[in-house]
């Protein structure tokens, strides 16, 4: 049965959909993702849709999701690389993936989960609930 | 005018052609014979009605133009009408004569001829055929009822013609102009590496914020630009449809994974804006596109430095 990859880089996850993603694939997905978060301990997921041309509210709302969850373990998600008709059906269909944080590519996307993820104090960034000692 | 002319509706396919041959060749139309016998004559009345009743606005167009379009459309009239013609230009026959019709029309809708100017050229025909008929008709009161039915019924369908093609150059203008405007008021500007700027300037309407809205973000992905600023500056008034707009445009920003700031909001508008209620939500907004392009390096991680300190 087809599966979309999970790869593990240090402390994150890296997911990259480049198959035609149908609602089945994305459930799927979406369980693999939090049993390997917890499996793991890993504290930012990054998931790259550059070659997706469509996201459809499914979809959407799936990403949301999926960035709810992974906060509640503790995880950032990013996603990178949505290209701009992606962009554009999304917020026609109302959908702006509020608490999805979204970089234009892999790097920016790793830069971003490395200054959310080490306790660095950034000029303007309240540090988000990171005090927490573990 | 020896009658009004009856009702113009009742001739659909008529053959006009009465009884007693008509005074030209048999099997061609009195109407078609005048117009090459008299042919001077006609475009001499042709000419000079629409002089007169364009006197004012004489000169836009040379009488030696006038002259040639009206001729062509002579040569044309007088082609269709040969032999029985039916009073319907939407007939093959007519071809020819409601393309010169159109073309005519288009041209001065260009030119900037009001509707009534541009009409007055085909109806004046009316007048000029009116005195020709008369004049050959003059012993046949009858005959000459009918020939001015269906000369009626022909230059009424053909000014209507000449209107369509008018209302049809117009649109085409305003489609033309439309489109240069939507590709002139949106240019996409890199101010710093990371950094685009997006000026609006007119109105903002769900059309306008579909382009905008393509340009700025594959600007974006070209120069890969981590803030964009959209400046409005230019933007005459902010409503809630336009407020609207401003926030699907960030919010795709975000999602490609970008920043939006949003600058160039005059006095004005912020009272209106929350006269109106219109709430930006988070959107970073600031008053002057300076200061946005401040924040917006501070963003990107480059700093300013002043070469002498700020009173």
């Known amino acids: ?134 | 005018m020896a009658r009004p002319p009856a009702k113009a509706g009742e001739d659909s396919g008529a053959d006009d052609a009465p009884a007693a041959p008509p005074p030209g060749a048999r099997g061609r139309s009195l109407l078609a014979s005048l117009l090459s016998e008299r042919r001077e004559q006609v475009l001499d009345a042709w000419v000079r009605a629409q002089d007169r009743k364009l006197e004012s606005r004489a000169g836009r167009t040379s009488e030696a133009n006038v002259r040639a379009e009206c001729t062509a459309l002579l040569d044309a009239l007088e082609l269709a009408v040969a032999g029985d013609y039916s009073t319907d230009v939407k007939s093959v026959e007519y071809a020819d004569v409601t393309q010169l019709v159109n073309a005519m029309s288009k041209d001065r809708a260009r030119q900037g001829y009001s509707p009534t100017e541009t009409a007055i050229a085909v109806f004046s025909l009316k007048d000029a055929l009116l005195g020709v008929l008369e004049e050959a008709c003059a012993d046949r009161p009858e005959l000459l009822v009918t020939e001015i039915k269906s000369m009626n019924a022909l230059v009424d369908d053909l000014g209507l013609q000449t209107f369509e093609a008018y209302v049809a150059g117009r649109e085409e203008v305003i489609v033309s102009q439309q489109q240069s405007m939507l590709a002139l008021s949106t240019p996409v500007v890199k101010l710093w590496d990371g950094i685009v700027a997006l000026p609006l300037i007119g109105t903002l309407d769900s059309e306008r914020t579909q382009t905008v809205m393509e340009n700025l973000l594959v600007a974006i992905v070209d120069t890969e630009s981590q803030v964009a600023i959209i400046d409005i500056t230019g933007v005459v008034t902010v409503d809630t449809s336009v407020a609207q707009n401003l926030l699907k445009t960030v919010a795709a920003t975000r999602l490609m994974g970008a920043d939006c700031i949003i600058s160039g909001i005059r006095p004005q508008i912020a009272q209106t804006m929350v006269f109106l209620g219109v709430e930006l939500g988070d959107v970073v907004t600031k008053a002057t596109l300076a200061d946005a392009f401040r924040v917006a390096l501070r963003m990107v991680g480059a700093n300013l430095a002043t070469a002498s300190p700020r009173p």
């Not at chain 1, 997911?15 to 049993?35: F, S």
């Not at chain 1, 999805?100 to 306790?119: D, H, I, Y």
């Open chain 1, 1 to 134: 049965m087809e599966r979309i990859p999970i790869v593990t880089m240090g402390e994150s996850l890296f997911v990259t959909i480049q198959v035609d993603i149908d609602d089945r694939l994305a459930t799927m997905l979406q369980d693999d993702l939090m049993e390997r978060i917890v499996a793991t301990g890993a504290r930012g997921v990054l998931i790259d849709i550059s070659t997706m041309d469509m996201v459809d509210s499914f979809l959407g709302r799936m990403f949301a999701g999926i960035a709810s969850m992974s906060r509640i373990l503790d995880a950032e998600v990013v996603v990178i690389g949505m290209r701009p008709v992606v962009a554009i059906t999304l917020v026609e269909l109302g959908l702006s993936l509020p608490g999805v944080r979204t970089a234009l590519n892999v790097g920016r996307g790793m830069a971003l989960l490395n200054s959310a993820l080490t306790p660095v104090v950034v000029e303007g960034e309240p540090a988000d609930g990171d005090d927490a000692s573990d």
